[in-house]
């Protein structure tokens, strides 16, 4: 069965940075196609933050992240990353990633704290 774990989260000060990554074992990430990061806040549905295609060639974000928001994969280490630059505090959630068609299990999430 597959299993996704997310890490490199932590408290940081608006600004400042965070690279985000998700391990997946059990499968492999080249063969499943898109992946993507999603993010849900306290109260809030989860959204999807970014996607990246297979061959890391084309991605797409959120409006929110554009251009803060860094979304890789390295399809032999099994891992999708998400590097965050100039942090904002409404970026705080717990961030999940998955395979954006037909989702695997959801792992445990990462969670990021933005305050000063």
């Known amino acids: 069965q597959v299993q996704l774990v997310e890490t490199g989260g932590g408290l940081v000060q608006p600004g400042e940075s965070l690279r985000l990554s998700c391990t997946v074992s059990?499968?492999?990430?080249?063969?499943?196609?898109?992946m993507a990061w999603y993010r849900q806040a306290p109260g809030q549905e989860r959204e999807l933050v970014a996607f990246?295609?297979?061959?890391?060639?084309?991605?797409h974000y959120l409006d929110s992240v554009k251009g803060r928001f860094t979304i890789s994969r390295d399809n032999d280490k099994n891992t999708v990353y998400l590097q965050m630059n100039s942090l904002k505090p409404e970026d705080t959630a717990v961030y999940y990633c998955?395979?954006?068609?037909?989702?695997?299990?959801w792992g445990q999430g990462t969670q990021v704290t933005v305050s000063s």
């Open positions: 990246i295609t297979r061959d890391g060639i084309n991605t």
């Open positions: 059990g499968g492999s990430i080249r063969g499943s196609g898109v």
């Open positions: 998955n395979r954006y068609v037909a989702p695997y299990p």
